[in-house]
């Protein structure tokens, strides 16, 4: 039979031209970090311990869509909440200038998943009354999603390894957590605070 003629040669070209592998390879990956992060060495036994995921930003004090922080003044002592899923993952207050960080302890399969799934974000449970009077009649909930940057080594810098764009950082990621590098600092950011 002539390549035109089979059937099996012309379902697989078809359906390879979609966009249906590349998620299914992140899919795949994503269950490999989780995977991997779970079957980790815990204890004292492993000598090392899984990287501390720690997300920091300042709240905005005002309404819209993509909030530019830097135009605009700050929430102070806001209650700001990590929610991932239904579950709240984190609580802090924001301190007299907005600025919060939250840590959540180690990067478990339990965080990780709802972070790769993009189901978490950065909630503000503060009305925005709170800090402008004029904003009372604001419905909505300040919200900001969050983006993994990487594990740093927690010597300081928090600049952490680049942006988790697309398979290569996924892949960069869990290339880091077998490597051995546990220990240190999951780090996540808040993406630009809209109100919800």
Do not use: W
């Not at 700001?80 to 302890?105: H, K, L, P």
């Not at 010597?155 to 290569?168: A, H, R, V």
Request: glycine share 14%; net charge positive.
């Amino acid at each position: 039979l002539s390549t035109a003629q089979h059937p099996l040669t012309h379902t697989t070209t078809e359906r390879s031209s979609g966009s249906k592998p590349m998620a299914t390879k992140s899919l795949l990956l994503a269950a490999l970090l989780v995977l991997t992060v779970s079957m980790a060495p815990h204890g004292a036994e492993a000598g090392k311990q899984l990287p501390l995921a720690i997300i920091s930003g300042i709240v905005p004090c005002s309404a819209g869509n993509s909030i530019n922080v830097a135009a605009v003044p700050p929430f102070p002592n806001a209650a700001v909440q990590m929610v991932c899923g239904r579950d709240v993952m984190a609580s802090v207050t924001a301190d007299r200038s907005g600025m919060y960080t939250m840590n959540m302890g180690p990067a478990t399969s339990s965080l990780l998943a709802p972070l790769l799934g993009n189901q978490c974000k950065v909630v503000v449970v503060t009305p925005l009354a709170a800090c402008n009077a004029s904003l009372a009649s604001v419905t909505g909930t300040l919200t900001a999603p969050v983006q993994l940057l990487g594990i740093g080594s927690g010597s300081g810098s928090g600049s952490g390894s680049g942006g988790l764009g697309g398979l290569g950082g996924l892949i960069g990621l869990i290339g880091q957590i077998v490597g051995g590098l546990l220990g240190g600092i999951l780090n996540i950011i808040p993406l630009p605070f809209s109100v919800i």
